[in-house]
């Protein structure tokens, strides 16, 4: 037999008690883990100027977009043999 609780005047099983449990722990988890993301911020800027600030800006920006692929880095090795190659001959 499974052990019988009262609650709330009603005869209420174990297993019930411990699946209502665990199915409020998982729903509260859930929607505590959830939400929206803080955006990360970087670090403060101390530009004396606003143009400086725009060029500050602009370079994270280039800085983000220039992550390397495997077609850059491809790219840069083959210009590094094209100059070697360049030098050697200039050399002879």
């Not at 449990?21 to 929206?36: K, N, P």
């Not at 993301?37 to 100027?49: D, F, I, M, Q, V």
């Not at 725009?54 to 100059?83: H, P």
């Amino acid at each position: 037999m499974v052990a019988q609780y009262t609650v709330m005047g009603r005869q209420v099983g174990s297993h019930v008690l411990a699946m209502a449990t665990l199915g409020t722990v998982s729903v509260i988890s859930y929607f505590s883990m959830g939400g929206t993301k803080a955006k990360e911020k970087g670090p403060a800027l101390n530009a004396t100027s606003k143009d400086e600030e725009k060029f500050i800006k602009y370079a994270e920006t280039l800085l983000k977009s220039s992550v390397e692929t495997k077609a850059d880095v491809g790219r840069s090795s083959d210009f590094l043999k094209n100059a070697e190659a360049e030098g050697n001959k200039a050399k002879h």
